[in-house]
């Protein structure tokens, strides 16, 4: 091969040959304050102070960002938007089903009084007929001393009249001479002595659902002159519970049995009890939803009962427990108590105005 031939293979050779790796120079740390720094100890200052000055701009626009949210809170109290068409919609639906609520209500507890004064009205009638046969007096008349001697002494008109045809005829100028009175006796569950018996009766209810847990309850007066139970205060129970069970006489209930037997009354199962198998005040305690009942007479130390408390629940197997059977024990005498003192006290009085004014209306 020519030498120049050669010259030119040696060259091609060595084109193809990769480079060799050149050894690195020794790491030489540059000090920060470096007064000319290498290419790449201004690469990491720039970087360093990169950062440094990003962070920097992060917590300047978080400030900025709290106080433009502030501000912007601030105008919304101070201006708040109008609502949302939808919104106001929502607002009225609401408003307007809580008013068809109350109303509902409302209707139920107006309808319940009407049907308790047309129960109560024979009842008036006959009291009102013994007045004026007794007394020789007008209709009108008759009915204006009931109701005042009722109103004064906070008494229901069917409670004044039922009271007058049970008791005696008076058979002197007083219709109950030598009377002792007491003192009112003072329950438990107040705080103060009280003569309001409706006032008694629902805190005396209210004690008792506390005492055995439960939202729903009713309690019953028994009549003197008929002898059956009649509703004064319930909670949480349905207008047909209430319509049904608003007089009971001898029939097929826990509350009529506890009557009888004076003593307390405990059904677990509703739809297996004796007592309410197969009749129709089964069905209607069934169909409002109770399933466990317990009624309580409230029996006077001789066994004169005055009226009867029941508690009842959705779930079966509801017993009483020893703690909650001693205290509602308690919260029945002391009431029976109190309404003995009622009968023998407020009630008399009521009655011996109307003798009194009935005189002197002759």
């Known amino acids: 091969m020519a030498p120049g031939h050669e010259a030119a293979a040696d060259r091609a050779r060595q084109a193809q040959r990769p480079p060799r790796p050149r050894p690195e120079p020794p790491h030489r740390s540059i000090p920060y304050a470096c007064r000319q720094p290498c290419h790449g100890c201004s690469s990491g200052l720039i970087r360093l102070f990169s950062s440094q000055l990003n962070l920097i701009v992060i917590v300047v626009l978080i400030v900025v960002g709290i106080g433009f949210n502030q501000s912007v809170e601030s105008s919304s109290a101070a201006n708040p938007a109008p609502p949302c068409h939808g919104c106001t919609i929502k607002g009225a639906c609401v408003s307007l089903a809580n008013q068809i609520s109350d109303d509902a209500a409302r209707l139920r507890r107006e309808l319940f009084d009407l049907k308790a004064a047309l129960r109560s009205r024979p009842l008036i009638a006959r009291a009102l007929g013994l007045l004026q046969g007794r007394y020789d007096l007008a209709d009108d008349m008759a009915f204006t001393l009931m109701r005042d001697s009722a109103q004064r002494h906070n008494l229901k008109l069917s409670t004044l009249a039922s009271a007058l045809l049970a008791a005696k005829p008076p058979a002197s100028r007083d219709w109950f001479p030598g009377r002792i009175r007491r003192l009112t006796p003072k329950v438990s569950y107040l705080s103060e002595r009280q003569t309001n018996r409706t006032a008694v009766l629902s805190a005396f209810l209210n004690a008792v659902l506390a005492t055995m847990d ?31 069970f608003a007089t009971v006489t001898d029939g097929d209930t826990a509350c009529s049995a506890a009557l009888r037997r004076r003593r307390r009354v405990v059904v677990t199962d509703v739809a297996k009890d004796p007592i309410f198998a197969g009749t129709t005040s089964g069905e209607v305690v069934l169909d409002a939803g109770v399933h466990s009942v317990q009624s309580t007479p409230l029996v006077l130390p001789g066994g004169r009962c005055m009226a009867m408390v029941s508690t009842h629940y959705a779930r079966k197997g509801r017993a009483l427990t020893g703690a909650e059977g001693v205290q509602l024990d308690k919260l029945a005498l002391e009431t029976a108590l109190w309404l003995d003192w009622h009968q023998r006290t407020v009630v008399l009085d009521a009655l011996e105005r109307v003798h009194q004014e009935a005189l002197r209306s002759r």
Do not use: C
Request: aromatic content about 6%; proline content about 3%; hydrophobic content about 40%.
């Open 214 to 244: 439960s939202d729903v309850g009713d309690l019953q007066l028994l009549d003197p002159l008929t002898g059956a139970l009649q509703l004064e205060q319930h909670r949480g129970l349905s207008v047909e519970f209430v319509d049904f």
